[in-house]
């Protein structure tokens, strides 16, 4: 029986107080410890994590509509296995290193101040999304869509255009080397 809770704060919630088939609408995470946690198949409609720690939680068939993460540690998160069905997710000042997006579609993403080191952006749709002083170190980028992305502020990145789809994507003068990185070229000045 599906069970759905509405414009609710749940401060310092332990993972276990979680229940399957739960719907989670308009609500607050603040301070929990999702750390290992099983999510799966929950779904967060409009909802915010704040300050949660999710390392290595399992999102199995988990329902992202429009969910933001601030401050949040997300480290080897699999969104790869959430559910495809309006999947919308941000993040701000995260933590998601080796996390997987692979095959996600997250058109118009914002991904500010976060540590993206050995994130995992294969496949993904990621056309419009914007990546503000991230550091995205040794970030799996292959056939990835990066229409009209916003990589200025960005930084460590190493993205082949030939592999992937950057049509009107937006780099500044420090990520050449990022781009050109395949052809052991020296760019300076």
Request: glycine share 6%.
């Amino acid at each position: 029986m599906q069970s759905h809770l509405e414009d609710q704060t749940f401060t310092k919630l332990p993972a276990a107080q979680l229940k399957a088939a739960q719907t989670y609408e308009h609500c607050k995470f603040i301070g929990c410890d999702f750390n290992h946690a099983t999510l799966d198949g929950l779904v967060f409609i409009d909802c915010t994590f704040h300050d949660c720690n999710l390392l290595l939680a399992s999102v199995g068939n988990t329902g992202f509509q429009n969910v933001l993460f601030k401050g949040c540690k997300l480290s080897g998160v699999n969104f790869g296995k959430a559910r495809d069905f309006l999947f919308e997710v941000n993040f701000e000042s995260c933590i998601l290193d080796n996390a997987i997006f692979s095959q996600k579609k997250n058109k118009k993403a914002k991904f500010t101040d976060c540590a993206m080191i050995e994130t995992d952006l294969t496949e993904a749709d990621l056309t419009e999304a914007k990546f503000i002083n991230c550091n995205l170190h040794r970030a799996f980028f292959s056939r990835t869509i990066l229409k009209g992305a916003d990589l200025r502020s960005s930084y460590n990145f190493s993205i082949d255009p030939d592999d992937n789809v950057v049509k009107k994507a937006h780099f500044s003068l420090h990520g050449l080397p990022g781009l050109l990185g395949k052809y052991d070229i020296k760019i300076e000045g």
